[in-house]
């Protein structure tokens, strides 16, 4: 049980962090004709949607109450 308070703990981290940190994301656009190779590489910073956060919050959440009630006589 202690294994789902922990994974609790960082998916819900990993919710909080989604709302502030944008996740980074590179396209590469090349073309090859004959021995000529032509590219362009774009890169762009965007955040998660908050229905994506949101979840996971929600996720690690239920997580951590599941691994926090352990058996207890």
Avoid: N, Y
């Amino acid at each position: 049980m202690k294994a789902f308070l922990a994974a609790g703990l960082v998916v819900l981290g990993l919710g909080i962090l989604s709302f502030f940190v944008p996740v980074p994301h590179r396209e590469d656009h090349s073309m090859t004709v004959g021995d000529l190779h032509l590219g362009v590489q774009t890169q762009s910073s965007e955040r998660v949607s908050p229905t994506v956060s949101i979840v996971l919050i929600l996720v690690g959440a239920g997580l951590m109450m599941a691994g926090g009630r352990g058996h207890r006589s």
